[in-house]
């Protein structure tokens, strides 16, 4: 499947993502009585419409299990029947709110919010979502003062300052801005944060000299700046007479990343178009904020709190498609596609982001198993747009997915097609396309094209691991095979697949103590993977480790591998490597 472009990446400062993880999202979390993290295992889809349980217990039940699989939906229609039997339970009042907030209604989360605070002023999520509202209303007097009351504490460490600078803009007391954002900490990595809110309220509060030197600045601190940079500051040179600024700008942008952003800003340039703000008011600042502390909480532990201070932002900026899209991002890995679905679809067409929610939904429908509809969805955007290869690659990596390699190679050719001068970036169309041509026996097509995707990238792991792995199993430019492994190790050792193949290098290569060193490893880093159990069964076999090797087969078909592979790894349990080849 496609590797999508998080939206995390679109923020202004993706080396602070490690400020929040260790814990300091702890105390707000477990304040609000919701989990860190829900199981490890893969999510079981709850009925769209459950049987309301007949008890409050019974309710309560169903509201953990749908909690756990991040059903906000029906976990909130649940604890609602729970509460309606104990109306006064703190706990219980607590759990509500968050699941209201993590489900986007944050309307219905307000009143909560006030009980929350009135029993326990402490409790800073129930108290932000008070000052969210406060500027959303454009009451800033208010939500200055009651910013003053929040606790420091965990992700509120961060978001206060922000937004207590953003009201004080609002209620025209710029002069207290700086103060307030140093309120923020010296925290490692936040300095492109403070940065780029300290230029958007002088941005906004047209403090132009200011904010044009806060623009410089950012540009010339990360190379290359975020996508969200390039917008914010391509618009200010564009609003403010400086065509000749913003064309450099979106042109280098371009040419490390397509982007809607960078082709329209190119495109109203030409045509002499001003566009409106970015960030037009102190409350679009305010969700900025909180969309940005999002983007920073999008990992793992932290995602469930993203996905909180996502929904403040869309909540504070109704047409925020770049909130939405994190919405959407972070349903799709809790494993609710409709969710994530119906985000995608609310992204209007007169949006920059709309082509990018049109090929998410595509990939989200074949996740669905409305197969179909997705190819139809990416052909459709082919034809209106044919100088874009993306859906055509979409396409082929759909395709590629369902094991229909001969289209999926036919769908990159024809994408390729559309790449008039391919860049470092375009390794990865050949990269795709090599791997369809070697699952449809067309070997000679895709080493040329695992070649070529080496050409413009040379050390990217991916590829060296590819065309690596497949020289050695096939006995051809051994040498040269394990060299490429071995670097591809050296630049993601702890990717387990990459692992893997450097241990069945050496295993190919008849050095089976090491193959068994390498495989241990790999298989501690993805224990469930059918294929690196195999493999390591073989390996134990060949050291003489014989009952191990029976222990790692019958682990490979515990996880299901092909119908092909379980049939070789039968095998070997009936006979060994005796009468059958390895892997």
Do not use: C
Request: no cysteine; glycine share 8%; aromatic share 8%.
């Amino acid at each position: 499947m496609t590797k999508k472009k998080p939206i995390k990446t679109w923020a202004i400062a993706a080396a602070g993502a490690a400020i929040i993880a260790g814990g300091l999202l702890a105390l707000v979390w477990w304040k609000a009585g919701m989990p860190l993290f829900a199981s490890s295992s893969a999510p079981i889809p709850v009925a769209e419409e459950p049987v309301t349980p007949d008890s409050a217990l019974g309710a309560y039940l169903a509201v953990l299990h749908a909690q756990q699989e991040h059903d906000y939906t029906n976990a909130t229609s649940f604890i609602d029947r729970t509460m309606a039997d104990d109306p006064d339970n703190f706990d219980l009042l607590r759990r509500a709110f968050v699941l209201r907030l993590s489900e986007g209604r944050v309307a219905d989360s307000v009143d909560l919010a006030r009980r929350i605070v009135a029993h326990d002023g402490n409790n800073g999520l129930a108290a932000l979502v008070l000052l969210e509202q406060a500027i959303k209303a454009g009451d800033f007097e208010g939500a200055a003062k009651l910013a003053s009351t929040i606790p420091r504490e965990g992700a509120q460490r961060y978001s206060v300052p922000l937004l207590l600078a953003w009201s004080d803009a609002g209620r025209g007391q710029a002069a207290l801005v700086a103060k307030d954002i140093a309120g923020t900490g010296d925290t490692s990595g936040l300095g492109p944060l403070k940065e780029i809110h300290t230029t958007l309220i002088a941005d906004v509060t047209d403090q132009t000299d200011q904010a044009a030197s806060g623009y410089k600045a950012i540009i010339a601190e990360v190379n290359p700046p975020s996508l969200r940079v390039v917008q914010l500051a391509g618009n200010f040179y564009e609003r403010h007479n400086r065509p000749d600024d913003a064309r450099a700008l979106y042109q280098s942008a371009a040419s490390e990343d397509d982007s809607d952003i960078t082709a329209s800003g190119l495109d109203r340039i030409a045509k002499n178009i001003i566009p409106p703000r970015v960030v037009a008011t102190p409350a679009d600042g305010a969700a900025e904020a909180l969309f940005d502390l999002a983007s920073l909480l999008d990992q793992g532990e932290t995602a469930d709190a993203a996905l909180v201070y996502a929904q403040l932002a869309l909540d504070l900026k109704p047409d925020f498609a770049l909130a939405g899209l994190l919405i959407g991002e972070i349903r799709e890995q809790q494993g609710r596609d409709a969710s994530a679905l119906a985000i995608y679809q609310s992204i209007g067409g007169d949006s920059p982001f709309s082509w990018t929610a049109q090929l998410r939904m595509a990939l989200v429908l074949d996740a669905l198993g409305r197969t179909d509809e997705a190819k139809a969805q990416l052909e459709a955007m082919a034809k209106q747009y044919p100088d874009r290869a993306e859906p055509l690659v979409e396409l082929g990596d759909i395709e590629r997915s369902h094991s229909d390699f001969t289209a999926a190679a036919a769908s990159y050719t024809e994408g390729l097609a559309r790449v008039t001068d391919p860049s470092p970036r375009s390794w990865r169309i050949f990269y795709s396309r090599g791997v369809a041509y070697e699952r449809s026996d067309q070997w000679p097509k895709a080493e040329a094209d695992f070649k070529h995707a080496l050409e413009l990238q040379p050390d990217q792991p991916l590829v060296l691991n590819y065309l690596g792995y497949t020289w050695v199993d096939k006995g051809v430019n051994l040498d040269q095979g394990v060299h490429m492994i071995q670097r591809a190790v050296e630049l993601q050792p702890n990717d387990g697949y990459i692992v893997d193949s450097l241990g069945w290098a050496y295993y190919r290569l008849g050095d089976f103590p090491h193959a068994t060193e390498t495989l241990e490893r790999a298989i501690e880093m993805l224990p469930e993977d059918p294929t690196i159990n195999d493999h390591l069964g073989d390996a134990y076999w060949q050291n003489g480790r014989r009952l191990e090797a029976l222990y790692q087969w019958r682990r490979a078909l515990q996880f299901k591998p092909d119908a092909d592979e379980a049939q070789k790894i039968e095998g070997k349990l009936d006979h060994g490597l005796s009468n059958t080849s390895g892997g």
